[in-house]
């Protein structure tokens, strides 16, 4: 009996609430049947650019992402193998000399912002989320969390929002709402689209694991 892994997308924009939603999911499952992955862990190093130029850099373009080497762990971890999930350092703006070793499991929630943005990601999955929060909720969460944990001030937070975020989502974060199979309203608080997940989630595990 074979039981390959299965794929869940959780989508939606900088402060929607997808980390919670992800993490909900997370804990209704044993540690060792689910992981894990977040796009965010995949930004693209930097290393070999000054902090003046790292500082320029778009965060909310597709392009900001490599999404090749996600896109390689994703094809991995599905056929059974173990990956080195990079660790991002949102301080220095690139990656960090750490990895996380993250062992295959039945199911991998990929989380983040433009995972429904690449049509190559888009075909792994086999169930996709994308979590729908009015603006104004996200700019405040995101102000709490990039002063509280990411380093920023007041003011770089209002000017990146501005200048690149907002922008950004409605350019590309936006329009992969029409990918997704189920649009969740108010990320973690939705207790009944969470349930609903999880026992979609159970049902899809049990079907492979007869075939
Ligand atoms: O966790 P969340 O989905 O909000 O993370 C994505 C956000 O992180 C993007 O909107 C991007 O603007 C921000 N980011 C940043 N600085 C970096 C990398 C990402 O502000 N160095």
Redo the contacts with the bound molecule.
């Keep these: 009996m074979t039981r390959k892994p299965i794929i869940i997308g959780v989508a939606g924009g900088?402060?929607s609430g997808?980390?919670t939603v992800a993490n909900e999911i997370y804990c209704q499952f044993k540690t060792q049947s689910i992981v894990m992955i977040e796009q965010?862990a995949y930004?693209k190093n930097q290393d070999h650019l000054p902090m003046e130029e790292?500082l320029q850099?778009n965060?909310?373009h597709p392009l900001?992402f490599d999404n090749d080497l996600l896109l390689e762990h994703l094809k991995d971890l599905k056929k059974g193998e173990p990956v080195n999930k990079p660790v991002?350092d949102?301080k220095n703006?690139t990656r960090s000399n750490d990895v996380i070793p993250v062992e295959p499991r039945d199911v991998i929630i990929l989380e983040?912002?433009l995972i429904l943005e690449d049509e190559r990601l888009r075909d792994m999955m086999d169930i996709k989320l994308f979590v729908d929060t009015d603006a104004d909720i996200r700019i405040i969460r995101?102000m709490m969390?990039?002063i509280n944990e990411?380093g920023?001030t007041i003011e770089s937070v209002i000017d990146?929002y501005t200048d690149?975020?907002r922008p950004m989502h409605m350019q590309f974060i936006e329009p992969t709402k029409r990918y997704a199979d189920v649009i969740v309203p108010e990320g973690g608080q939705n207790r009944v689209a969470i349930d609903l997940m999880v026992t979609k989630i159970k049902t899809v595990l049990e079907e492979k694991a007869i075939l």
């Design positions: 900088s402060g997808k980390t965010d930004y790292r850099t965060y909310d900001a991002y949102y703006h983040g912002i995101r969390r990039d990411r920023r990146q690149v975020v």
